[in-house]
């Protein structure tokens, strides 16, 4: 568990940040990065919350919000698990049921969605394309760090998560009747 005697320590003063397995980091390092995309995913959800999204949706985002304090802290954690918290496949997969539960619903499409419509849909794009950058983050780190330092399910999960957002955003635009579709050459 958690406890915050002090906001402030000041260890970070100098550039660095600590690591939940003790070790220090530079603040630019791409791992740090990772989890701070994670931290502004959360945000972007919390911004939708307070005005835009109700009933269900609201739950499974707030479920959401505690997944990515999850996934901050699996990514803050780097190499074997021990007793610290890791991703497993369940919170995808938890993922997936949402997905093909709203899916079923939604009226078929034959083109890309613009991000738009609906207030809350535009606010769920936003997090979709926020979770693409955080997913690109993660791919980077799991590429460039050996042996197994980053959970793979991390990256199912935020993949996952990115198209959770597109569902939801297009259930706000009326199950999909709604959605601003792209139109090829519309301009041209």
Request: with cysteine; aromatic share 6%; charged share 25%.
């Amino acid at each position: 568990m958690v406890h915050l005697s002090r906001i402030y320590t000041k260890s970070g003063d100098t550039g660095t940040t600590q690591l939940g397995d003790g070790s220090t980091l530079p603040k630019h390092h791409l791992r740090v990065s990772a989890y701070g995309n994670i931290d502004e995913l959360n945000s972007v959800i919390g911004m939708m919350l307070v005005r835009d999204v109700e009933g269900p949706t609201a739950t499974r985002l707030r479920q959401v919000q505690n997944d990515l304090f999850d996934v901050g802290s699996d990514l803050c954690v780097p190499g074997e698990a021990g007793e610290k918290l890791r991703i497993t496949a369940s919170y995808a997969e938890r993922l997936e049921a949402w997905i093909d539960e709203v899916n079923k619903r939604l009226t078929p499409i034959d083109s890309f969605v613009l991000p738009g419509g609906s207030s809350a849909a535009a606010w769920l794009h936003m997090a979709r394309t926020v979770c693409r950058r955080t997913e690109r983050s993660i791919v980077e780190l799991f590429a460039r760090e050996e042996g197994g330092r980053v959970n793979g399910e991390v990256l199912k999960y935020v993949n996952r998560l990115s198209d959770l957002f597109f569902v939801l955003a297009r259930e706000a635009n009326d199950g999909g009747k709604s959605d601003v579709l792209w139109v090829p050459g519309q301009n041209g």
